[in-house]
């Protein structure tokens, strides 16, 4: 069971500016992203933003500005002034996305206190955001980046550090990292360094701010911690995330003293003999039929599960139908799409929205 951080900065937290990064288009995602921005995907029974949110508001945070870009409208019609939440939400749209770096800059002209808190919008995490920026700030640092060390450093930030904690180099998304020791996408940021960012135009934070700071000798400083850590951006990293929240093996104050084998949603309809396990969340309005299993998995809003079907380690977006006896195992279904009685779909399969799979239409999986 995973325990609220302690955070040991709160003071300093009620003057930091919380930025979320959130305009990506989450093309490892698709097809789920086609309609639907990453951060915004229901996870553990939330839009994935919601946690984050939440945490934010923990650690005393209260003034939040989200940079979007791809599907921009979609967080503020949720989200809205944030009163809700406990926050202030303002919003900022890149009209053409202007990169990671570009998007931080893009929010300067709302910041209102001398630190900000940058967050990459799909990362889960139970870092102590005080304790980030307590380093920060007893540093003395122009930027401090927490990192945390991972089996396979290659699709991330890859970030050296010396024996002081300074940050030493930045190499994005290399093949051959020279530390296991990764960018998690949450940063602090002493205000003018944010202006000193080029506007206008699109800037990369990891691949021009960063290796840019550290030639002009800037002091970047790495909090490293073992708190749990996972990019939601694949598939199989997000069901493995949302059903790490729902276990309680990951942190949402959201869902306090509601964590177990599954999370469903009050209005759903799960009829008996049926076995919801391994951290399964089900939406508003879903369905599921006698006899069905549903491990692992992820079901959005209003979805017909048809009895004696098996899914695993799946993403089922809203108003999807899977037939009688179907397995599922490691796939994505599309919003709206209905797979036949008895199909088997397995090894990472995407079927896009909308599609119509008959009765017993696939039996095999695209590495079989
Ligand atoms: N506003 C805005 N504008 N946001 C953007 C843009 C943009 O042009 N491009 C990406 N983002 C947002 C995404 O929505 C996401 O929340 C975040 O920035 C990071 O983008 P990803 O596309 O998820 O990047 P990544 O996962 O490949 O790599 C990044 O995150 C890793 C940790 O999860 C890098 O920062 C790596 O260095 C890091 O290790
Ligand atoms: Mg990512």
New binding site residues.
Partial sequence: MAEQPESTGAALAAETDAV?????????LRPLTVST???MLPTAGYPFLSHLLARIAAAGMRHVV?????KAEVFERYFGDGAEFGLEIEY?V?EE????G???R?VYDKLRYDTAMV?????LSGADLGAILDTHHAGGADVTLHLVRVPD?R?????PTDADGRVLA?L??TEDPPTDQ????CYVFKREVIERIPAGR?VS??REVFPGLLSDGALVLGHVDSSYWR???RPSDFVQGSSDLVRGIAYSPLLEGRTGESLVDPSAGVAGGVILMGGTAVGRGSVIGAGSRIDDSVLFDGVTVEPGAVVRNSIIASGATIGANVRIQDCVIGEGARIGARCELQGGMRVWPGVEIPDSGVRFSPDA
């Fill in positions: 979320i990064l959130v305009g990506g288009q989450g093309t490892r921005p990453k951060p989200l940079g979007t870009s791809y900022v890149e996305a202007l990169g990671t570009g998007g931080i893009n967050f990459n919008g799909d990362v450093p699709a991330f930030g890859s970030v930045f994005e998304k990764i960018n998690a996408g699109v934070v990891e990019d939601m951006g």
